[in-house]
């Protein structure tokens, strides 16, 4: 008796022999959902790619995208140098860079 429901359990598994199973089947938490992200043609879930700069004036600031009250921006200020300059980016407060442009914070929900 019990070797038919060895036998039973082993042909309704859903793992083929010799195979592993899918990834996405082991990942839990963040990971999952960035996969999962991915999956649903998301390319940039944690809006982390290069923004290019807009029109940056104060009526018009560069929004940057973030799930939480405040964000760390790279501004290049100028496309000729390879200097990075750095500001912290409070939710609610637009803040100029050296260069002229404004940046603001833009809500988005998170992951
Ligand atoms: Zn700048």
């Known amino acids: 008796m019990w070797r038919?429901?060895?036998l039973l359990?082993?042909?309704?598994?859903?793992?083929a022999k010799g195979k592993m199973h899918d990834h996405l089947d082991h990942v839990t938490?963040?990971?999952k959902r960035e996969l999962l992200a991915h999956l649903a043609g998301d390319c940039d879930?944690?809006?982390i790619m290069a923004i290019k700069k807009g029109p940056g004036t104060f009526e018009c600031p560069n929004l940057i995208p973030s799930a939480f009250d405040k964000r760390i921006v790279g501004c290049i200020c100028h496309p000729d140098t390879n200097h990075i300059e750095y500001?912290?980016?409070h939710r609610g407060e637009p803040k100029r860079c050296g260069c002229g442009y404004w940046f603001e914070l833009c809500p988005i929900a998170p992951l």
């Not at 359990?9 to 793992?15: D, E, I, K």
């Open 4 to 6: 038919r429901r060895a």
């Open 87 to 89: 500001m912290w980016l």
């Open 45 to 47: 879930p944690f809006r």
């Open 29 to 31: 938490g963040l990971e």
């Open 9 to 15: 359990l082993l042909r309704s598994g859903t793992r």
